[in-house]
């Protein structure tokens, strides 16, 4: 493990890292962010990624809906999914523009739609139907190769809000169909991932219902990233 001794990181940024058993000792942290998955996070003794989940479970209740294996709340999580994005995309659109800024070096609105286009097309259809289609061109996938650009994505697009909208509704809806007619059974068996390099590789030994969590999990989490810029800029432009 590298040892950083009386270094003075104010204002260093960890981006994509992995910090798996990182330890900080003796350390000054104040305005500090962290965001990721953390688990297991022991702070001055005390172990409190429970309770920030705890905190994250009590603001957004559908990460519980999302995480059952119940089909009903399943079902209830994907409607209200949609519906969250549904309000706020209407909010991008009562600020012409927003949705192509960014901040710290985060995805744009439009960037992040075009990525749970992506998303849809290899963690559900893909993944949860066995689908060997191209994805949709306007996607937006991994940023590394070969998957940066392959099976039909097109990152020389730049697709106008309302055309990216219209695909995700579509997407949403597709979801919502398969949802009202699949069964427990499907859910738990492994997903049908095709035989290939295509993304996503280790989709490959999961079950239906741990792909589907990623579809919902990904929605979700992106629309948190995404409504957390909006308010950035807004309060940056004194809004």
Known sequence: MTRYVGE????AEFRECDLTGARLIGVVMQDAVIDGLVTNLVVNGVEVAGYVEAELDRRHP???LIRSDDLADLREAARQLRADWAATIERIRRA???ERRSVNDEWSAVQTLRHLVFVHDSWFRRSCLGSTELFTPMGIGPDVEPYREAHGLDLSLDPALDE???VREAQAAELEAWLDQ???DQLAAPAPVPDDDVWPPYARGRTVRRCLG???SETFEHHGFCVRDLDLIEASDGG
């Not at 003075?8 to 204002?11: H, M, Y």
């Open 62 to 64: 559908v990460r519980v």
């Open 214 to 216: 990623t579809v919902l």
């Open 96 to 98: 012409p523009g927003i």
């Open 8 to 11: 003075d990181l104010n204002g």
């Open 164 to 166: 990216i909208v219209r």
């Open 182 to 184: 699949v069964t427990a």
